[in-house]
Structure formats: C-alpha cells, structure tokens
C-alpha cells in the first residue's frame, strides 16, 4: 500500500508553522502550538481518526490565537490533501455521532473536493479558559478550503462549553476516519461517476 503521509510547511509574517501527517497511523501525536485547548482538540483528530500528526507552530500569540489556529487548519488542510493523494478507493463519505455527558454531536465529510463549511453550533459560552470558541470556525473553514471537503458539524445538545467542543473533535476524527478508509471493493476506483473528486 502507498504511505499515505505529507510534510508541510507554511510561513507567514504572522505565523510559521510545520505538520507531519500519517493518515495509518496509531493515533501519536505531538502538539506545540502555544494554544494548549487547540492542542487538546487536535489530539482527539489524532486519537480518534487513528492518525500520527505532529504540529508546530509559532504565531504573533502576543495580539491573539485569530492567526495561529486559522493557519493551523490551512496547514493541516494542505497536508491531508497531499497525503488522501487521488482518493481513488477510498469511502469518500463519513460521519459521526459523538457523545460527551449532555453534549451530542454530529460530524458528516464528503472528501468531495469542493471547499464547503456548514457549521451550526451555539456554545453556552464565548471563552473555553482562555480560548476564545469563535476560533473553531477558523479552524475549520481554513481546513476545508485546502483540504477540498464538504463539512457538516452539528452540535444537537449541549450545556458545557468544554463537553460540545471535545464532541465536535472527536467525531471529526472518527468521520475522517471513516472517509478516508480504502475500501477493498473500491480498490483502484475513483468514488465518483464524474471520474475525479
């Protein structure tokens, strides 16, 4: 089988950042970002999606996270796309329903190649600790564009502010995975009647 991996590298004047990525991995994974409850929810991507993934970035932290995560969700964007390759026999499509305590939610993917972000979720409050929950969107539109997948993520229930982050995450990766698994009936096929995704 060809390893599926990528090696990424993105430098800005706002941020400098490098992802190693291993789409059959065993879930081992490194995070130094300086946004440690980024680093918890990546973590989930990694454990659940059963994906080895070093992060390392370095952002203008001193004026806010807005850079450092959105540019983490390109970077890691770019590197799934290089890593999926042509994305002959894969199931193209995943989903996940995850529970934490109250929290429900749900996660579909279409590795479509067409960049869409549909994200319906209220959290009960701004801030998680320090970090501010509007920068999950970024993360997640900045993967999509460069990733070229459809993303739906759905939080039906939900009181703890924390609990609907780490389901959101967690069935991220468990849809990733699902996605992005060969399919041994697929073997060498492209999942689309167009021919290419």
Do not use: C, W
Request: hydrophobic share 40%.
């Amino acid at each position: 089988m060809t390893l599926r991996t990528a090696q990424i590298e993105r430098n800005t004047l706002e941020t400098q950042i490098t992802v190693d990525l291993n789409l059959d991995g065993t879930g081992k994974s490194s995070f130094v970002t300086g946004v440690p409850f980024l680093d918890h929810m990546m973590d989930q991507i990694a454990r659940h999606g059963m994906i080895d993934v070093t992060v390392k970035a370095s952002g203008d932290l001193e004026i806010d996270a807005h850079h450092t995560v959105e540019d983490i969700g390109i970077t890691l964007g770019q590197a799934f796309a290089k890593a999926i390759g042509d994305k002959k026999g894969i199931f193209r499509y995943g989903h996940a329903y995850v529970p934490l305590d109250e929290s429900l939610s749900r996660v579909v993917i279409d590795f479509s190649g067409r960049p869409g972000l549909f994200y319906n979720v209220d959290y009960p409050r701004a801030t998680i600790g320090a970090f501010d929950v509007d920068l999950f969107r970024e993360f997640f539109q900045g993967f999509v564009n460069h990733a070229g997948i459809t993303l739906h993520i759905d939080n039906l229930k939900g009181v703890n502010a924390h609990h609907v982050a780490e389901t959101i995450f967690k069935a991220f990766g468990r849809a990733l995975r699902m996605a992005m698994t060969p399919d041994d009936r697929m073997a060498g096929i492209m999942p689309s009647t167009k021919g290419t995704l």
